[in-house]
């Protein structure tokens, strides 16, 4: 889980400030606010760390990517090659993370890591070609029982190439081999540690470790976009098991049908008995209001498709997904990556709320809440959720489920950009126990009062005017 996020210098942020992360952050604000860059920086970082080109530092993205940013003058805040991209993150390790010790490490404890900050600063070094370089990028630890430290790498100022490096470290001394007085390589992608690191080093044992754990912990981030692909009549399944439901929910009905043969169950505090994924869907739609039952079935045994259909409410009959309403298609999505994700997922969803009406809204609100408290085979599922909206129905109904005390401070948060000057601001919403937003921005979701009286004065007017 991600515990905090900062970001300089990228696209519309001059400074985002420290971004504190919660299960569930909300990001809002008006269009073109940057509130959805923040997904895309992760997102950026999440595609960079599996690039084909370990030299490549950041990898910004083709027709096929995620994620697709240009070049870096396209990146930079402002178009500014001459500003760094600097950025900071800091994460919780779902399980112990221990750094088994060398024979000739200064301790002869393993070291058990229960957090990792990460920092980084990112340069154009060549203004022509655009080649982005690290500067210097630095790990934090914080260990179980030892004091923590940091190891890193920064380019080295006075050296004999461009691309020399030096380790740096606090609170720990990094020994160099003996013979070996030259210059590091530079680290791969924007955070790996170059394999010389062990050979050039005594005691820099752990580097691949963290190389993995900084691998692993991206491999746990899935997006979701806000346009998701419209229903099919027929879906073909052959024992895939996908990963997540895919950035524009392509794989959605095959997860389901994987969930199925891999007899995965989840359970709830206040719901004690095991429930499918389908099922789970099936209720969630239908508390939604949106349909009364769901159903996959295969079309017949000698073939591998199978269609979705759904009752509506107030009929009598199954229909084809694709003749119902198009937000049944757009949220089922959303709706199945909840449960489907694996545990200790970080999941980034822009727009869920996309083409449902109100109480709807509300209620995905409510399920989210349900969603990161599941237990899936009757362990947490330590799910965390980054979401992009513009809805103000979702948004109160976190508000009131904090004033009833069904979803705690703790469990929630949410930021509002605010672009009415520039640089852009990211400011968090100040939420007291109950429920309450102590620090609403101006005309949030417009100025609803304005429009009342607005609308009261004219018609008072009109009434006056002899209007009927």
């Known amino acids: 889980m991600i515990k905090y996020l900062h970001i300089k210098n990228f696209k519309g942020w001059k400074d985002t400030g420290k971004i504190d992360l919660a299960p569930i952050t909300l990001f809002m604000g008006s269009n073109s606010s940057g509130k959805s860059s923040i997904g895309q920086f992760l997102m950026l970082l999440k595609q960079s760390s599996t690039s084909a080109d370990r030299r490549t ?177 027929h879906y073909r399944w052959t024992g895939f098991i996908p990963g997540s439901v895919g950035p524009s929910g392509k794989d959605t009905v095959l997860a389901l049908l994987a969930a199925r043969t891999e007899k995965r169950e989840y359970n709830f505090k206040a719901w004690q008995q095991k429930s499918s994924l389908e099922h789970i869907i099936a209720e969630s739609l239908k508390k939604m209001g949106l349909v009364d039952e769901f159903t996959i079935n295969k079309i017949s045994e000698d073939r591998q498709d199978y269609e979705v259909k759904v009752r509506s409410k107030g009929s009598h009959t199954f229909t084809d997904i694709p003749d119902v309403g198009f937000g049944i298609s757009q949220v089922l999505p959303v709706l199945v990556q909840l449960y489907y994700a694996p545990p200790n997922s970080i999941i980034i969803m822009e727009q869920p709320e996309l083409h449902l009406h109100p109480s709807a809204q509300s209620a995905l609100a409510d399920i989210m809440i349900s969603a990161i408290s599941a237990r899936e085979d009757a362990k947490p599922r330590n799910i965390q959720l980054i979401v992009e909206t513009h809805s103000e129905h979702f948004l109160r109904r976190f508000q009131r489920r904090i004033a009833e005390k069904k979803c ?55 009434q006056i005017d002899g209007d009927k």
Do not use: C
């Open 57 to 233: 530092v950041l990898f910004l993205g083709d027709s096929t990517s995620v994620i697709e940013l240009g070049g870096p003058v396209d990146m930079l805040y402002e178009h500014d090659t001459n500003q760094m991209l600097e950025f900071e993150y800091g994460w919780d390790m779902p399980e112990p993370f221990v750094l088994s010790m060398a024979a000739n490490a200064e301790n002869k404890s393993d070291m058990v890591v229960t957090s990792v900050s990460f920092s980084s600063q990112i340069a154009v070094r060549d203004k022509t070609t655009q080649t982005l370089e690290i500067e210097k990028m630095m790990y934090t630890l914080q260990l179980e029982n030892f004091p923590g430290f940091s190891v890193g790498m920064e380019r080295a100022k006075k050296a004999s190439s461009a691309r020399a490096y030096k380790t740096i470290s606090q609170n720990y001394t990094v020994k160099r081999v003996t013979g070996r007085a030259w210059e590091m390589p530079s680290p791969y992608r924007f955070y790996g540690f170059p394999d010389e690191m062990i050979a050039y080093h005594q005691n820099a044992w752990f580097a691949p470790q963290l190389n993995a754990a900084h691998e692993n912990f991206f491999s746990k981030i899935s997006y979701l976009g806000p346009l998701r692909e419209k229903a099919e009549r």
């Open 408 to 462: 705690s401070n703790d469990l929630f948060t949410a930021y509002f950009a605010n672009n009415d000057r520039s640089p852009s601001t990211l400011e968090p919403l100040e939420i007291n126990l109950f429920g309450e937003i102590t620090n609403w921005p101006r005309n949030f979701f417009g100025d609803m009062n304005g429009d009342i009286f607005a609308q009261t004065r004219a018609t008072l007017q009109r």
